[in-house]
């Protein structure tokens, strides 16, 4: 399984543009990368995933550079409701053995 | 139906007691999960079940028992919980085929040992 690094913690005023990178040196070739959002006491929720480029949804967007290493999630414009744990993960999709890093706990400042 | 339930939310045991946690969901994901979390610390995964057989114990004490009765349901026992148990149960399920939306957790039992 691929270890992750994260930053530990993020502070970003509200309405900025807020960039959470996520290093991964030993990415496999089937492997994927996921980022899960968490509140306090509130089970992890799935924001996005990709292989490889560029994913965007409604929530975030997600960057890969070519050799994989390293993935950026990007979100748009934070507000308060933002403040939460984002969770890096790296694992092949349909593997069921889903392992979480340290995380990296942002705070959105008013 | 794109929810895990988990029942209760809050669970208070004595260390000599027996109870159980409850897991559901109704989307056809074939993998459920049991994952522990204390405070301020990443979810780690205690047991996998893959189409209802166990598959994954990440050396789980014996106090901790899960039990996969159909593929929409999901139990972990407890007995003889420590104090140091006390922690955030969460319980997810998957897909094992999509190849997208990752895992769909619920929202937790929050466990106190006394």
């Known amino acids: 399984l691929a270890k992750t690094t994260q930053p530990i913690s993020m502070d970003s005023y509200e309405g900025q543009e807020v960039n959470i990178t996520c290093s991964h040196n030993?990415?496999?070739?089937?492997?994927?990368i996921t980022w899960y959002q968490q509140f306090p006491s509130q089970g992890p929720r799935f924001i996005i995933q990709g292989y490889k480029t560029k994913v965007t949804n409604e929530v975030a967007s997600l960057f890969i550079p070519a050799d994989r290493k390293s993935s950026t999630l990007s979100l748009p414009r934070v507000s308060l409701s933002d403040t939460a744990v984002y969770y890096c993960l790296v694992g092949e999709v349909g593997a069921n053995n889903l392992f979480f890093g340290t995380g990296t706990r942002l705070t959105v400042i008013p | 139906d794109t929810e895990v339930t988990q029942t209760p939310k809050h669970l208070v045991m004595g260390m000599t007691n027996k109870k159980s946690l409850k897991c559901e969901q109704h989307?056809?994901?074939?993998?459920m999960y049991w994952y522990k979390q204390k405070a301020k610390k990443p979810p780690e995964l205690m047991f996998v079940?893959?189409?209802?057989?166990?598959?994954i114990n990440e050396s789980v004490p014996s106090r901790f028992s899960p039990e996969c009765p159909n593929s929409s349901l999901l139990n972990l026992h407890l007995h003889a919980l420590q104090p140091e148990d006390s922690a955030l149960y969460l319980c997810a399920s998957s897909t094992q085929v999509s190849p997208s939306g990752g895992y769909t957790f619920g929202s937790g039992t929050r466990l106190t040992v006394v």
């Open positions: 989307m056809g994901h074939r993998a």
């Open positions: 079940y893959s189409y209802e057989k166990l598959s």
């Open positions: 030993n990415i496999a070739t089937n492997d994927y």
